[in-house]
């Protein structure tokens, strides 16, 4: 089943979440997204709506994760921000 992409979320009712058991998947947990199609890293809005961006973690030969892009801190997102003075609102 493929959810719907709606902001890069994935909300807990989506079908993807109803062939789990109760209590399969909770907050914090690491879920594998194997494919993603157009909606990839590299295809993506760069803090559309000021939403981070998100770790990238690969799988290595040796079977151990490796986080590849770590996640974008709050600092990041708004270091390109500029003030808007008051005469132009």
């Given at each position: 089943?493929?959810?719907?992409?709606?902001?890069?979320?994935?909300?807990?009712?989506?079908?993807?979440?109803?062939?789990?058991?109760?209590?399969?998947?909770?907050?914090?947990?690491?879920?594998?997204?194997?494919?993603?199609?157009?909606?990839?890293?590299?295809?993506?809005?760069?803090?559309?709506?000021?939403?981070?961006?998100a770790?990238?973690?690969?799988?290595?030969?040796d079977?151990?994760?490796?986080?590849?892009?770590?996640?974008?801190?709050?600092?990041?997102?708004?270091?390109?921000?500029?003030?808007?003075?008051?005469?132009?609102?």
């Amino acid at each position: 089943m493929k959810p719907a992409q709606s902001g890069g979320v994935i909300h807990r009712t989506a079908a993807v979440f109803q062939t789990l058991a109760p209590g399969a998947v909770s907050r914090g947990d690491l879920l594998v997204v194997e494919g993603a199609g157009a909606y990839c890293s590299g295809m993506s809005s760069k803090n559309y709506n000021s939403f981070p961006e998100a770790p990238e973690v690969m799988k290595g030969t040796d079977g151990k994760m490796i986080c590849i892009r770590a996640k974008q801190s709050l600092e990041q997102i708004l270091a390109n921000e500029v003030e808007i003075p008051d005469s132009a609102c």
